[in-house]
């Protein structure tokens, strides 16, 4: 099965910090060898993590929480968005098996952070259910989601998620999508890069730890600032960083 493309661009940085772990390990003595398999173990399964969230083989809490918060979850809701996709509430019912949200796409920023959220509202309960960026969100308009406990789409559109859903509003400033919809934006892997580096600003500092804790010199303060600084990137993408 070929990757989705909302999942392309986290996977290629992933690939690229393990290739930056790897690199120094030729130039590393036993203690820094360890710690940089350390990393890369932590890079390994926090992105397993992430992609179990992604493909529903770890339930991301949306469907649940939408349910603890009162009532009889989405079920018993679907009449109560009937401003939003009519056409998708009657498909729902000849389906049976689905079950259907209003939703709408907010962008997250917050400090050096820009994130994608799914706003889903069952009646006055709602959630916010971070996901991958692709370009399809930057145009969604208010609609339907046909939601399961393993999967968010919107007619033949998936969307991944990219963390827990959460039940209170996500901090800092939300944009909501303008109301009509117009062309899908293309980005670039390196503005997408570019933007993800920002918070990079402290690996030298890292470097510096790394340079105390292992007892090296210049070559060790280079490699602990590159593989941090990597690792920063990374974590960006990983959580489904927003480059609209």
Same mark, same amino acid.
């Given at each position: 099965? $070929?990757?989705?493309?909302?999942?392309?661009? $986290?996977?290629?940085?992933?690939?690229?910090?393990?290739?930056? %772990?790897?690199? =120094?390990?030729?130039? &590393?003595?036993?203690?820094?060898?360890?710690?940089?398999?350390?990393?890369?173990?932590?890079?390994? /399964?926090?992105?397993?993590?992430?992609?179990?969230?992604?493909?529903?083989?770890?339930?991301?809490?949306?469907?649940?929480?939408?349910? !603890?918060? /009162? /009532?009889?979850? %989405?079920?018993?809701?679907?009449? !109560?968005?009937?401003?939003?996709? $009519?056409?998708?509430?009657?498909?729902?019912?000849?389906?049976?098996? @689905?079950?259907?949200? &209003?939703?709408?796409?907010?962008?997250?920023?917050?400090?050096?952070? @820009?994130?994608? #959220?799914?706003?889903?509202?069952? /009646?006055?309960?709602? *959630?916010?259910?971070?996901? #991958?960026?692709?370009?399809?969100? @930057?145009?969604?308009?208010?609609?339907?989601?046909? %939601?399961?406990?393993?999967?968010?789409?919107?007619?033949?559109?998936?969307? #991944?998620?990219?963390?827990?859903?959460?039940?209170?509003?996500?901090?800092?400033? +939300?944009?909501?999508?303008?109301?009509?919809?117009?062309?899908?934006?293309? #980005?670039?892997?390196?503005?997408?890069? %570019?933007?993800?580096?920002?918070?990079?600003?402290?690996? $030298?500092?890292?470097?510096?730890?790394?340079?105390?804790?292992?007892?090296?010199?210049?070559?060790?303060?280079?490699?602990?600032?590159? *593989?941090?600084?990597?690792?920063?990137? =990374? +974590? @960006?993408?990983?959580?489904?960083?927003?480059?609209?």
């Amino acid at each position: 099965m $070929p990757t989705p493309r909302a999942l392309t661009y $986290p996977l290629f940085v992933t690939c690229g910090t393990l290739v930056v %772990i790897a690199a =120094w390990v030729p130039f &590393a003595d036993l203690d820094q060898v360890s710690a940089l398999a350390v990393v890369a173990l932590g890079v390994l /399964g926090y992105t397993g993590y992430q992609m179990a969230l992604a493909f529903g083989a770890v339930p991301s809490g949306a469907v649940t929480r939408l349910g !603890e918060t /009162g /009532g009889s979850g %989405i079920a018993g809701h679907q009449g !109560e968005s009937s401003e939003v996709a $009519p056409n998708r509430r009657d498909a729902a019912g000849r389906q049976g098996a @689905s079950e259907f949200a &209003a939703g709408r796409r907010v962008r997250q920023q917050h400090r050096l952070v @820009s994130r994608s #959220f799914l706003e889903i509202s069952v /009646g006055e309960r709602t *959630v916010w259910q971070p996901v #991958f960026y692709e370009p399809a969100l @930057s145009t969604l308009t208010p609609t339907d989601l046909d %939601i399961t406990p393993r999967s968010i789409s919107a007619g033949s559109t998936r969307f #991944f998620p990219s963390g827990r859903a959460r039940t209170t509003e996500p901090p800092g400033k +939300l944009v909501d999508n303008p109301t009509r919809p117009a062309d899908p934006p293309a #980005f670039t892997p390196t503005r997408r890069l %570019i933007l993800d580096a920002q918070s990079t600003v402290a690996a $030298p500092f890292a470097g510096l730890l790394w340079v105390y804790v292992m007892n090296g010199g210049l070559p060790a303060f280079i490699g602990g600032t590159t *593989v941090a600084a990597a690792t920063a990137t =990374w +974590l @960006s993408a990983i959580r489904g960083s927003d480059p609209s």
